[in-house]
């Protein structure tokens, strides 16, 4: 597994691009998605990712909370990142950090290290 490929998911365009670049900048391969169903797609032809940064609220018949449950059920080595601007839906698992839109670009790179054990 590609330990410095991030999917980031996102169906706000400029905030899908801004994250993105943020993590390309840091070092990261990043691939996007703009729903939990792109998203899935993608998983299936870049196989090395080993973080999903997803939002909460998305279009579709799944959102990011049903995004990572499906993730945890179907490779639990994924590491997840929720992003969202409504920390009133924050996840209740312990597991999935959660960072607050807007966030500080330097929190989310240090919260991407931390999931992938990537060094500085």
């Known amino acids: 597994m590609n330990s410095t490929s991030v999917l980031v998911v996102d169906d706000e365009l400029l905030v899908r691009i801004n994250t993105a670049d943020i993590l390309r900048e840091a070092g990261f391969e990043v691939t996007e998605?703009?729903?939990?169903?792109?998203?899935?797609?993608?998983?299936?032809?870049a196989p090395g990712i080993g973080l999903v940064c997803t939002d909460l609220e998305m279009p579709g018949s799944l959102d990011g909370a049903g995004l990572i449950r499906r993730l945890q059920a179907l490779n639990p080595e994924i590491q997840t990142i929720v992003i969202s601007g409504s920390p009133e839906r924050q996840p209740q698992a312990p597991s999935v950090p959660?960072?607050?839109?807007?966030?500080?670009?330097?929190?989310l790179v240090e919260m991407a290290r931390e999931r992938l054990q990537t060094p500085q």
């Open 33 to 45: 998605a703009s729903d939990a169903s792109s998203a899935l797609a993608a998983l299936e032809t």
């Open 98 to 107: 959660f960072l607050p839109k807007p966030f500080a670009s330097s929190r």
